[in-house]
């Protein structure tokens, strides 16, 4: 009997049931948008009873609506996944096929010997990159594994490329994408473009910026091919057909510039529009070419006086105004002359002859006069793409971005209050660095990563006087950051997981390619742009598969069909933490119960969206014999060295010759115990970004167990903060950028600029050196109908797809979406399975038909699991998992790799496919 | 005091609530904050006092509007209980067998309602809409229960059991009274009374009394990230919910044809402009039939979205709206009238007096 059926009185119930005995701050420790919500969660008798919004935070801004209460459906029933059947309670060995669902439960003893054992076996066999990590953006996992695989010497999968979250456009235009605004930074726009998302599903506690917005004088657009559920709240939905929005964007650019609406002054200061291009090659000319003895990374303007004039690598600001038409011929080093034009002169022909409104109107079906009055009002108001990361699921997603930006490069609309495009961000909190880099405990060992990390910057700076402290960061990231152990997963997929043949099918690929996949991959390899991250190499195939938070059966672009097929026989064990049955720990060997976030103290996504640092702490006892991250892997160590010791494994080192030993290894990565379990670690973290990052003096658990969150008090000196490139927002919103702007600090690109040319050849050959349209290529075959995905309303990615709560805010399973007409032209009911097919792959699913939904298009949600489809198998058996080429360039200026930015990064949106109802099937 | 004594249907103050749909992204965080506080027992598993649907839509109860109920020419109406099955809902789900079963791909994870497939739940025909593509269209609708002024469930209710409490006008039943009878379901028209088979009571919203007696606000309105939801005192003639009910005018009940007389209020929804065959934007509509939102709001929905337009037109003419800034809610304590305490300050005990200390703070 509950205690509210106890009740003598109806008064009795229902007081009885909002009864708590103990009240904690908490959050959720998971990328989503905005991240950091700071919740109260309700504790009675050790179990969490249920949680709130915690409207503890203040008015940033004076006239800007606060940012109370920070909530959503999922943050408010995340205790329901803590005791769900689902929920991991013990530690767990596999006992029939892998996948089939058959355990034997196991002592915490046995299981970490185990899965030593396996680790020493792969390090015996093949050296320590095979044991491979899948980073994950569960933060509270993905520290304590970063640093547990540093100390071991395994390899750190790159997660901006195992979630598919990083946006080439932004990298290809500004040289960084980790800059964003804060989401209240909205209120200030005139004019909002949704678009390439769905903020109604994807941006819920920020959600109100963009109506609050619209009450205070925005105009709301949005851009989207179905009637999306972020419709009903903008003045404009401009359907457009699925990937052409480079060809609007360039649209809206070509009626800017044709009738004189663009801002000049600031597309000649901030862009390389103003720099001078060759007319033969479309190459910028460059002092190398004009001087036996000149740089290939010096770059030239026109002025109206002197002619040619050497473009300033350490500032923007013009005391001229460039000469932006017309041509003017050079004579060149090596002999001859060249006919040069400023890129603006080129991107303008481009336009007229390519993007006028009617031609685009052709491609991407918004009337010529739709594009018209969209870009006036661009052009004449404070504009903010609201771009998701759904644009980076694009084959051509780079370039619509880089479209996007033109658009806002030619009408002065980012570095200032309500205007810009975000990117991604999660590394704003120093502590989170210095956890990953200390050797030595306390803050004396952060001092020592500070103050090399400033001495090393300081040193770039002496050699190279131009450098800017954003570009010396950046510039230091560069230098050290490919070294830190993260590796983009591209080339595991392909030498390891079976990806190498499909990369390689001509006629799943673009059209532009003159050679095949491989050629390209080999030419990216010989260049030697990627020496230091294209590992495990084909010599070293992984052996031990780590999953510390992560899911990769669920995630991984290409399906689970292919890994279970290649990669998952190569693997001697893969262990999964987890604090839920995820579709990866399902097909794993050894389970291991992991705390939930209300059981644990964690820190949250450090982001730019809000500003704050929330905690997570243990409101209650761990659930069964979970444990937390750190503890676990503390121990994992203990018993590393203890069967390494027992078996007698010597000290080993990697490809790269680095030593390792498994004796210290403990005290390696906890610091003689500091990491070795949540409180300490955190507290560690905490205190160090005190003593030198970005919290504010005076900050301690026992303050954010007090406040629940506490804001930053600077930017912080991981290069990936510091491309906020703005003044540190005191007392108002915060605009990323504006140093640039405000100040003329160059942009972390080969010409200083925001770069609309990419000059490589590779982009020439494929028509991209330019912002273009290309049509996506089809991805799976010649079929039908184009499938695609976004982020569900009732999950964060997987987690909560099967909180029961939730399940039953919608129909409790996953669903296609397709369009009411096309459905019935098909035989095809709703709620009913269908099946779908294409080259790649089939899946089963229930239907879901709507009218908003756009005819020929078709939806799958991201998040659900395999496991929740019928045969098991998801929508990601259809995805090929295609990478784009170009994005192997890795020797072109900011186009080479750091970690969690420029890398291949697979596809999911317009997969060809085909669909049927399943009876006519059988 | 207890909340059911003072049965009398005498006037008193009464606590009213506005949805600003323009606002509304559909995200069921009112719903949930609402089932995980109060509906979590057995016998009420396919309870949520609050839904959020996608109008046009059959809703919840699955066309809860067509059942009948409230007060025609005066008189009260007694229509008929939606069905198990109509309401939806309280699923169960086959982990053991996916996770622990042994049966790899042959089993995957379903809900489950009575041992079958479900046809119907809270939420059922989510972002499915209406229209046609491309000038399809939908917009959300939060429910819970009105506390109506005329409660025809009061009315109804043959044991006397039901009562409007004279300090906030709640309406609450005494369980201990009830009997089962069904007949406030029958009389609600709105479908908003959920009888626990279990313990063989009626149970509806109660609109979060034992957080207003101690100055926090509902959940649902507490926990709207779309900070959409106000509630207060109909009567303090300075809040915004008076303003926006009495003074402009722009906050509307849900089918005021009912007679019960609603408490809870709806900022109507705009909607873009539709697309002609051209695919040019025809400026001079909206793509929501207006015809559709009569259907809900009544004749006044009209003159209430003339007006919005009028004072969206004006501050993009860069005027001022007193309106849209209350709309706008630059502090969320606004939107809470009275109840801005934070839900943690208080702690609960048996006698729902005393101040717990907690360490939230």
Known sequence: MTAANDARTTEDRYRQRQEFDRATFGTHCVNCFPNDCPVYVFAKDGKVVFEEAAAVLGTIEPGVPDMNPMICQKGLAWSRQMDSPDRILHPLRRAGERGEGRWERISWDEALAETADAILDAIAEIGPEAVVLEATPEIAATIPAARFMAALGGTVLDVDATINDFWAGQQAVFGKFTFASSIDDFFHSDVLLIWHSNPAYTMIPAFHYMVEARYRGATVALISPDVSPSHSHVDYHVPVRHGTDGALALAFCQVVLAEGLADLRFASEQTDLSLLVRTDTGEYLRESQLRADGRADRFYQWHPEKGLVPADPASLRLDFEPLLAGSLDVRLAAGGHVVVEPLLARVRRELDAHYTPELAARVCEAHPDTIRMLARKVARGRTHIILGAGVAKYFHGDLMTRAMLLLLGLTGNWGKKGTGVGGWCSSLFDGHGLALAKTKAGRAGAREIYDGFRAMVGGLRAQDPTLTSELGDRALWRLVGPARGMMPPAFFWYWHAGFKERWNRPEWNDPAMTRSFDEYWKEALESGAWNQSASPPPDRPPRVLLEIGGNTLRRTRGGQGVLLERLWPQLSKIVAMDYRMSETALHADIVLPATQHHEKVALNMPTPWTMLLTMSDAAVPPAGEARGEWEVLAELCKKLAERAKARGVEDYSDRLGAAFRLDDLWSRFTLDGVFADDESAVAEMVADAVEVGNLPAGTTLETFRQQGYTRYAKWGFLALATAQASPFPEGETHAPLRDHVELGHPYPTLTRRAQFLIDHPWFREGGEDLPAHKEAPPMGGDHPFLLSGGHARWSVHAMNTTNPVLLETHRGKPFLLINDRDAAARGIRDDAPVRVWNDVGEFVVPARTSPAQRPGALTVYNGFEGFMFPGGRGHNEVEPGLVKWLHLVGNYGHLSYTPMEWQPVPFDRCIPVDVAPIQEES | ?361
């Open chain 2, 1 to 361: 005091m207890s909340p059911v004594a003072d049965a009398s249907r005498a006037p008193g103050r009464q606590v009213a609530m506005v949805f600003d749909l323009n606002k509304c992204m559909g995200c069921q965080s009112c719903a949930v904050a609402c089932k995980m506080l109060w509906t979590r027992e057995p016998g009420e598993e396919q309870q949520w006092w609050c839904t959020v649907n996608t109008q046009p839509g059959r809703g919840a109860p699955r066309d809860w509007e067509t059942m009948g109920g409230g007060y025609r020419d005066g008189r009260l109406v007694l229509g008929r209980e939606p069905t198990r099955e109509e309401i939806g809902g309280g699923w169960s789900f086959n982990q053991q067998d996916v996770f622990f079963g042994g049966h790899g791909r042959a089993v995957h994870l379903e809900p489950r309602a009575n041992g079958r497939a479900p046809a119907w739940g809270p939420n059922w025909d989510e972002d499915q809409g209406a229209g046609e593509y491309p000038n399809s269209y939908f917009f959300y609708l939060p429910r819970l229960c009105n506390h109506c002024t005329k409660p025809a469930c009061v009315e109804a209710c043959p044991n006397a059991a039901m009562s409007k409490r004279r300090e906030d006008g709640i309406v609450v039943r005494d369980e201990e009274a009830c009997r089962g009878a069904r007949a406030c379901i029958k009389a609600c028209p709105y479908k908003k009374i959920y009888f626990n088979h279990v313990r063989n009571v009626s149970q509806h919203c109660i609109g979060c009394w034992p957080r207003l007696e101690r100055g926090v606000a509902p959940a649902c309105v507490r926990n709207c990230p779309g900070r959409l939801a106000f509630v207060g005192f109909l009567d303090d003639t300075t809040g915004p919910i008076h303003r926006l009910v009495h003074e402009w005018q722009v906050a509307l009940p849900l089918h005021p044809e009912f007679g019960t007389e609603p408490n809870v209020f709806y900022v109507p929804p705009l909607s873009p402009h539709p697309l002609r065959a051209d695919r040019s934007i025809d400026e001079s509509r909206s793509r929501i039939p207006p015809a559709y939102l009569e259907s809900l709001f009544g004749s006044r929905v009209h003159g209430v979205l003339d007006r919005l337009r009028r004072e969206l037109e004006s501050v993009r003419a860069g005027g001022r709206s007193e309106l849209l800034d209350t709309l706008i809610a630059y502090e969320f304590r606004s939107l809470l009238g009275p109840f801005t305490r934070e839900p943690a300050q208080i702690g609960a005990t048996e006698s729902g007096a005393s101040e717990s200390t907690t360490e939230a703070r």
